[in-house]
């Protein structure tokens, strides 16, 4: 049974959530709780503090702290062609209609190191669409907005991204993409060309384009179903009509009344379309 | 729905499949308790087919935990491949992209530690075959919640060190062989 008084931790948790808030501005209210709190906890740990509580006091006396506090509550965590066949599926059902456009639009919110963006700028290179398209990088970490911006990733994960790509249905082979040096691989600057990155909080920023193709994949499950209604809202007042949303492989929006709003086009890849089919 | 207030999770990794097929085997049809599964895998696997080979053992019905969906009595869930499985205080699944720990997504620690919050003292933690101390952590924190913690004898595990390791760091309320884990389960559930 959940227990019925709040634990001394839960409790610390909130105040904490409270503290960053009224001090920094920054709301993390409307994150779940269970895998907010194992990241409070390493913050915590990693800067000494015995409780969530030291941390709080830490953090409403040292301004200094906050982008370490931020860092360490975002995940960036991401691979290039992370679930392959996600990437199989958009090139199949969506960027055919994408073709249609002459310009395309695409944000791509909660875009960690830029592994996923530059992924997504391979796909549409080898599509041929490329050219034609501006894509919006977006996450509210700034230290792994300047990773992304950099394209430089350890050159242990090349085994791992190629296999992705090419289960994806890659044309050639990923490292024709990079450049292998000191145990690190730099993406060709040519990929950045038509990438624009930014700092984008989904909590509590707004609208900012009028896009074809939305990608958050992996940052839904770490809101409460209120929060992620609300983001889904900012992603349907983002979207053209008949516009598309791709989320994470395990993300479910059924309890999201905002969801209505979107039709699935494709269950296994967590493809949805604005509105109903065209 | 009522939340349950006692619950079952078990730790696996090297040969789990043979070892949560005999346990899921002997669970009575009727348990008044949800079991919960992590189970290490290949990375490609979407997950269906553990399910699906796990169903075929079992005597309760298995499925996927499925993100936000409530923790039911008398169903085995399973941590879907590549994300840390962690349960809200309302006893429902959340799932986390989080880094792996200690080289591992689905993590048991994570779980374990996860579910020692929400059911303490109603919870019973089983660690069984595996190749590293995943669990080990997270079996001491199901304790510290006055939890029950099973593992498998080590010397009958196809990989001894997961349930050394939990025996080293957590200690145990009981050491099974496999045959009789199901058994102790079925005696502690509603
Ligand atoms: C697990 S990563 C997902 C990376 C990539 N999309 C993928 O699926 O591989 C989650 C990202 O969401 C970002 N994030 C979390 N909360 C956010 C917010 N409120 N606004 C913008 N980005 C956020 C984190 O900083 C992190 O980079």
Known sequence: MPLSRPAADDIELELFIQALQLRHGYDFSGYARASLKRRVQAVAAARQCRTIGELTTRVVHDDGLLPAVIAGLSVPVSEMFRNPSVFKALAAEVLPVLASYPHINIWQAGCARGEEVYTLAILLEEAGLYARCQIYATDFNDAALAQAQEGIFPLAEARTWSANYLAAGGQHSLSDYWHARYEHLKLDERLKRNITFANHNLVADGVFCEAQLILCRNVLIYFTNALQDRVLGLFRDSLVRGGYLVLGNKESIAFAPSAAEFTELDAQARIYRLGAAA | ?190
């Open chain 2, 1 to 190: 729905m009522p939340v349950p207030s006692t619950a079952v999770v078990i730790g696996c990794s090297t040969g789990g499949l043979q070892a949560l097929s005999t346990v899921l085997a002997g669970l009575r049809g009727d348990l008044g308790a949800p079991v919960i599964v992590v189970c290490h895998r290949g990375q490609d696997d979407d997950g269906a087919l553990l399910v699906e080979l796990l169903a075929r053992a079992s005597a309760l019905p298995v499925r996927e935990a499925g993100e936000r969906q409530p923790v039911e009595a008398g169903v085995v869930h399973v941590a879907p491949p590549g994300y840390h499985l962690l349960i809200d205080a309302g006893g429902c699944f959340m799932l986390s992209a989080d880094p792996r720990v200690r080289h591992v997504r689905p993590s048991v620690d994570v779980l374990f530690e996860a579910a020692a919050d929400v059911y303490g003292d109603g919870l019973l933690a089983v660690v069984l075959t595996g190749a590293n101390d995943d669990g080990a952590d997270g079996l001491a924190a199901v304790r510290r919640a006055g939890g029950y913690a099973l593992v498998q004898e080590p010397a009958e595990a196809i990989a001894p060190q997961m349930p050394l390791a939990a025996l080293e760091r957590a200690g145990a309320d009981a050491v099974a062989g496999l045959a009789s884990l199901a058994t102790r389960i079925n005696d502690r559930c509603p």
